[in-house]
């Protein structure tokens, strides 16, 4: 099987902050119905999670004479932010997208990526 990341890059932290928790649920929801729909079509999400909104994050960057600069977020800079991801493994691509298209409804964007293998399989 080749495994794949899809990420949600363009949630809006402010929006699902003020979002209440039956809005929460409805998103959930909806992503759970992107795994059932993964597994009607012989894939299986193997992992994921939701990125924090609240919680404190950091950015490594590599600074002057090749030392690291460490410092609060934000972030690195990218036009969108990241809000999460999940991992998924499947044979057929086109079914993948497929299933995926369901995510749009709870997420302005969903980006698939594949995920390049080590050469130890």
Wanted: net charge negative.
């Amino acid at each position: 099987m080749t495994d794949y990341m899809i990420l949600f890059p363009a949630d809006r932290e402010d929006e699902w902050d003020d979002k209440t928790a039956e809005e929460h649920q409805a998103v959930y929801e909806n992503d759970y119905e992107f795994g059932r729909l993964l597994e009607q079509r012989g894939g299986q999400m193997t992992g994921g999670a939701e990125l924090s909104t609240w919680k404190r994050a950091h950015a490594i960057r590599r600074g002057p004479n090749g030392t690291a600069l460490v410092t609060d977020g934000p972030y690195t800079e990218s036009a969108e932010q990241l809000s999460g991801f999940y991992l998924v493994s499947i044979d057929d691509e086109d079914a993948l997208i497929d299933a995926a298209q369901v995510l749009v409804r709870a997420h302005p964007a969903v980006e698939i990526r594949p995920i390049e293998s080590s050469g130890d399989d």
